[in-house]
């Protein structure tokens, strides 16, 4: 290592625009020297991104870009490793922090995990307040996860009465599994639960759907989309999902206004 101590941000930057990026994300990649990250997400975030050193590769390459990033680090540089949403969900910070225990790198004057905003978090604002109580987040993607795996979890998920944030819902290799998801929890939900599909949240082309468990699949759903599925409580109050708190409100639908 050189005498100059670098640093490595593991860094979320949100849906990638600037006013869902956290003041925290920001301040990282306009003083680093190095960003790191998926090719798709650099140019989400290109106006960070000029003036640096740019080390971008694609979908599979995620252990070699940690490598990377620690590399450029262990040099004496600042670098910002992005991953969209949170780093933390996900994203690199796993990865990056197995890579470096086994290079015996463990300390945070090293490493620093910097928090983003999460796509169910994004996605959840702009269908309404789907998410007020207790609520599950899976992927569906079993490249990593053996599905029978999967389908245990969204089990237990279905029987529990969580909402349910689905991941990586549909891809065009991928196209049972969503299938396989709405099956499970008709098992367990009414087919007029209400549910939403959001696409690109905060990023161009955004579009919001609601509609019900039952027609979930006449709607189109791919990689881009994270997928709310209601639980027992959930309403829908015109375009928005909600999940009663339990606050007494009080009833006034009654009341004329004066």
Known sequence: MTDRRGKLFVTG?????GDAMTVQAQKVLQECEVVVGYAKYIDLIEPYCRNKVIISSGMGKEVERCEAALREALLGR?????????????????IVLE?????????????????????????????GAPLMNDFACIS??????????????????????FVTCLYNPKSKKRITQIESARDIFLKHRSPDTPCAVVRNAYRDEQSVITTSLEELL?????????????????LQYGPWLVNPR??????RSGESEE
């Open 140 to 161: 569906l993607s079993d490249l990593m996860n053996p599905w029978e795996k999967i389908e245990k979890k969204l089990e237990a998920a279905a029987a529990g009465d």
């Open 99 to 127: 890579i470096a225990h086994q290079k015996g790198i463990e300390h945070t004057d090293a490493i620093e995990i910097v928090p983003g905003m999460p796509a169910f978090v994004a996605a959840a604002a702009l269908a």
């Open 246 to 251: 339990g606050y007494a409100i009080p009833d």
């Open 78 to 94: 600042r670098v910002v490793l992005v991953s969209s949403g949170d780093a933390g969900i996900y994203g690199m910070a796993g």
């Open 13 to 17: 930057v949100g849906p990638g625009a």
């Open 218 to 234: 006449s709607h189109p759903i791919d990689m881009l989309c994270l997928v709310i599925i209601g639980n027992s409580e959930s």
